[in-house]
């Protein structure tokens, strides 16, 4: 898939997904400048593994910083693409407050998962990929650690409420 | 892999933890399905957490500890709480299921408002006093004749009269039904060691008959088969300091069957007797029952008198020799007592008339000691256990008795 490929599909995707929480101009907007950073910044990047998870922590950031303008002013206004900072997870006190907040709660979380849980998500954490979770929990069939690990995600993000983020809640 | 499977590839993409093949494998399935897409942006924020880590160390840590038991969240405060709603719960269910299995006591009697007492009825000198009358006339049951207004107690439980079942027969060749004797009250031994001659008397017993006055007072007395069975099978059980609750029972249940309603006749008494008693005044005002022997100078006494027929008693009362005073005469019923106001001090020469006939008894002149002494044909028996003394004559149809306080 070329590059031009994947940027298209990930403008419909930025903007429709833009569009279920903001107005629709505003999620255009937002794709816009989401393709803009990747095209002046990122042009290097070819390949989806490497473009959409950077187009998706550019649209998470730039949703958190519409959120926080539309608060703190009363209305929404357009970001200049020069505001767009690179993310940056200690860039200012207020991601500080929410990334704190939100890891306090995952601790607790996690603290009420059942015991297979508990080890799959410690496997996760440290770094074990599927395919070596398997081998060390001795499940027979790939497919069934993913079926632990998507129960596992469900009951976790039930324990938070539905959503890993306390502010959108 | 197909979509569903490829959606289980989310938790890997927050950890960082995907192979190069699942994470193609997502993103290009995430570009063509905007669910995934919507998926994969949320779980962006948990992506962008793990990635530090410090993060991910503090979510280690908190993995490595174990996780607590349901049992160990009662600690403190928690577990005297727990224990106490257990304590309460249990308490609860013991105290209905012994509610639920204790037997409901059986009301046999109540206590009744005093009624209002009935004009006396008329002397019934015809009355035959040694006979009996039949509980059931031939073909048809005949109410038994009144003759008490009903006492202040009460049988609630009252056994129906005894009334043999007899075969109809022809009205013309009826015959007169066999008399049926009436149910006597035995009246329980005294205790032997309290009772004892008074003097004056002709002793505590009739000479070959080993009956004392105690028994020829409670003799005759007609009372419903029920309380007839009651109260001897208890007489005969029960003794000494059980002998006032045997003389209530008594009292009772010859006045049930004195009220005739199903009881046996009611019927003059065989043997005409009269039951008194000392009452001092106590430390807290009220007058109750002593031992004639116990009393002390300066004591207010009463008397209460219970007579086994109805009839008129008289008491006269005086302090220095031929100074009597009338103190009360009044109409009696059987077995009700009478108590009198309280004596005047040095009042301790008494005597008791009680006759069925008014006209019979003293009024206002009182025998000589002589006279008094030369008339006693009285048997006297004084029941200690019962603090009484029961004066019967067998051979008149009135009791004249003279009562000598000793205060010491």
């Known amino acids: 898939m070329h590059r031009e490929e994947v940027l298209a599909k990930l403008r419909e995707r930025i903007v429709l997904f833009a569009a279920s929480h903001l107005s629709r101009d505003v999620a255009e907007d937002l794709a816009q400048e989401v393709l803009m950073l990747l095209h002046e910044k990122y042009a290097h990047l070819e390949r989806p593994e490497d473009l959409l998870p950077l187009s998706l922590q550019i649209v998470r950031f730039k949703i958190m910083s519409l959120r926080r303008k539309a608060a703190r002013r009363g209305e929404y206004t357009q970001v200049s693409i020069t505001d767009i900072p690179l993310p940056d997870l200690d860039s200012n006190p207020a991601d500080y407050v929410e990334r704190k907040e939100m890891l306090e709660q995952l601790t607790r979380a996690i603290g009420q998962l059942g015991e297979r849980c508990r080890r799959l998500v410690r496997l996760k954490l440290q770094g074990k990929s599927f395919p070596e979770i398997q081998e060390i929990m001795g499940a027979a069939n790939i497919n069934t650690v993913y079926t632990w690990d998507h129960r596992c995600r469900k009951h976790l993000l039930e324990l938070m409420g539905g959503d890993w983020e306390p502010g959108k809640r | ?408």
């Open chain 2, 1 to 408: 892999m197909n979509r569903e499977d490829i959606r289980k590839l989310l938790g890997g993409y927050a950890t960082g933890t995907l192979t190069p093949e699942e994470q193609q494998a997502l993103f290009e399935a995430a570009l063509g399905d905007q669910e995934l897409f919507d998926a994969l942006v949320r779980e962006q924020a948990l992506h962008d957490l793990l990635r530090d880590p410090a993060a991910k160390a503090q979510l280690l840590t908190a993995l490595d500890e174990r996780p607590p038991r349901w049992y160990e969240a009662f600690q403190g405060w928690r577990a005297a709480a727990a224990i106490g709603m257990a304590a309460l719960v249990v308490a609860a269910v013991v105290i209905v299921r012994q509610n639920r299995l204790a037997p409901r006591p059986l009301e046999v009697a109540m206590v009744k408002a005093p009624e209002p007492p009935a004009a006396p009825p008329a002397p019934t000198p015809a009355a035959p006093a040694a006979t009996a009358v039949p509980a059931a006339v031939a073909g048809k049951p005949k109410a038994a004749p009144r003759q008490f207004t009903p006492p202040r107690t009460d049988l609630r439980r009252e056994a129906p009269a005894p009334q043999p079942e007899l075969p109809p027969a022809p009205k013309a060749e009826m015959a007169p039904p066999p008399p049926v004797p009436p149910l006597e009250i035995a009246a329980p031994p005294a205790p032997l060691a309290a009772a004892r001659g008074m003097a004056g008397g002709i002793g505590g017993t009739i000479p070959g008959t080993g009956q004392n006055a105690r028994g020829l007072f409670y003799g005759n007395l007609p009372v419903s088969r029920f309380a007839a069975t009651d109260a001897t099978g208890q007489a005969g059980q029960q003794q000494g300091a059980q002998g006032q609750q045997q003389e209530s029972l008594r009292m009772r249940a010859a006045a049930a069957g004195g009220r005739g309603g199903g009881g046996g006749a009611a019927m003059p008494a065989r043997n005409l007797g009269v039951r008194y008693t000392v009452l001092r005044k106590s430390e807290t005002g009220d007058y109750v029952e002593i031992d004639p022997d116990n009393l002390k100078a300066g004591d207010s006494v009463e008397l209460r008198f219970t007579t086994n027929d109805s009839g008129t008693l008289s008491l006269m009362a005086r302090t220095a020799p031929s100074a009597w005073r009338l103190v009360a005469t009044r109409r009696m019923e059987r077995l009700v007592p009478f108590t009198t106001e309280p004596l005047r001090p040095g009042e301790k020469d008494l005597q008791v008339s009680f006759s069925r006939q008014p006209e019979a008894v003293l009024q206002n002149a009182a025998l000589s000691d002589a006279a008094l002494s030369k008339d006693s044909s009285n048997l006297t028996e004084q029941a200690a256990a019962e603090r009484a003394t029961y004066v019967v004559n067998p051979a008149a149809p009135e009791v004249r008795f003279a009562i000598t306080l000793s205060f010491k």
